[in-house]
């Protein structure tokens, strides 16, 4: 009868200690490589464990660096996030917006659209009106509200036009965040030139907590203002 391969490796799947047995086989053994040179056994599983230890390695080494950039961006955005909070009008918030964001983070674009239901000087820089009906339901913006989560990647010229005015042919992909605490406040809209910068598959967790913080101020420098 003719012994399948398959019923062979079936057969030393099922019994690991095979070669402990019968040692001089692991001697014996040449495994083919993708060079064409054979190798022994114990050669092939010296190479695949360094195989492995390298790709463990290189795994580690993506976790650091995952984890020192978290720790850049965390302590960037508690910076950031307290000066917010310490704000005490809208110039405030735009100095604020300028260093702690658009220095801090190097986004070049940065924009505070508020609802043109609240009285918004045209002399704050960063901080522009928008109308109430574009982010109503039916609205052009409607969807960055109603989806709450930051919106991440790139837009149309029309939607650049509206997030960004004059500097919208400089921005190549961008965030917006919506800024909601009871109340539709406006957005928060980032701008980069990079067309890699802000994309649809990146991490959004450190933008949820900035427009977060955001929208938990406006009601206090809105009415002061209002």
């Given amino acids: 009868m003719k012994i399948k391969a398959e019923q062979i490796a079936a057969y030393l799947y099922d019994h690991a200690n095979f070669f402990n047995d019968h040692p001089q086989l692991v001697r014996e053994l040449k495994i083919p490589t993708d060079s ?44 950031l996030v307290l000066s917010l909070l310490n704000a005490s009008d809208l ?22 659209l508020l609802s043109d239901q609240f009285d918004v000087p045209d002399s704050i820089a960063l901080v522009k009106s928008i109308r109430a009906k ?31 005015g004059k500097e919208s042919t400089a921005v190549e992909s961008c965030a917006t965040l919506a800024l909601i605490r009871g109340h539709t406040y406006g957005l928060l809209a980032l701008g980069h030139p990079d067309a890699t910068h802000f994309q649809s598959s990146q991490d959004t ?22």
């Fill in 205 to 226: 967790l450190f933008l949820e907590h900035i427009g977060e913080a955001l929208a938990m101020i406006l009601p206090r420098l809105l009415n002061q203002d209002h």
């Fill in 36 to 79: 064409g040179i054979a190798i022994s056994l114990v050669e092939f599983q010296v190479r695949k464990l360094r195989e492995h230890i390298q790709l463990l390695e290189r795994e580690n080494d993506h976790m650091i660096e995952t984890a020192r950039i978290n720790s850049v961006l965390f302590e960037k955005t508690r910076t």
């Fill in 91 to 112: 110039d405030d918030l735009s100095v604020v917006l300028d260093e702690k964001l658009a220095n801090g983070f190097d986004i070049p674009i940065v924009r505070l």
């Fill in 134 to 164: 574009d982010l109503k339901e039916g609205g052009s913006l409607a969807h960055a509200i109603t989806d709450k989560e930051p919106w991440v990647g790139r837009v149309t010229a029309d939607r650049k036009k509206q997030l960004f």
